[in-house]
């Protein structure tokens, strides 16, 4: 016989992997460097001036939030459903002593204090809305105020073209209300 016959019992975990943080990051965390290398892209080609506060709706365990607070200095703040995985960014924000929090909430349903200078929400994040209703119903509604002027990046579905866009909104007191931008 080559090989000795011995069984090993392994420990198995079962349940939704986001409620085991350190796993999760383990198997989604490969590209963090290239969405990284996006996201400071895109905040230095769409917001004007210096980005110093960031959110992010659907945070999970702040993978993305804690880099850009570790690497950037960034103040950071982020929500999400899932309770454990809040629990784990705040830790770990804590723990490096970076400026900003997650909380507990929906990407769909929530309202911030103060305006931040950036917004993203990832497209992984984004197809978690679980209907064509919720879809079309959330909006990052992040005030993002620069002077007197006042700006909101949403997400949604628009039928024509049928699709997901993202869009800058800008206020306009004069018509009540907010009106697209520009599309993305």
Known sequence: MLFPT????????????????NYYDLVFGSDTAAELRFLRKCFG??????VARVFEPACGTGR????????????????????RAVAF????????????RAFLGDMS????????????NTINSFRHLPSEEA??????????????????IGHGVVDDPPGLVTALLEH???LAGWKEIRRF
């Open 135 to 152: 879809a079309r119903g959330h909006f990052l509604h992040l005030v993002i105020r620069r002077g007197e002027q006042q700006w909101r």
């Open 109 to 120: 349903d929530f309202s911030v204090e103060r305006p931040y200078d950036a917004a993203f």
């Open 172 to 174: 306009r007191p004069e």
């Open 64 to 83: 993305l939030i804690y880099k850009l607070g570790k690497h950037d200095g960034l103040e950071v703040s982020g929500v999400d459903l899932n309770e």
């Open 45 to 50: 080609r769409f917001v004007t001036g210096e």
């Open 6 to 21: 011995r069984y090993v019992r392994m420990k198995t975990r079962t349940g939704n992997i986001y409620d085991f943080p």
């Open 89 to 100: 960014c705040n830790r770990r924000l804590e723990r490096s002593g970076i400026r900003g």
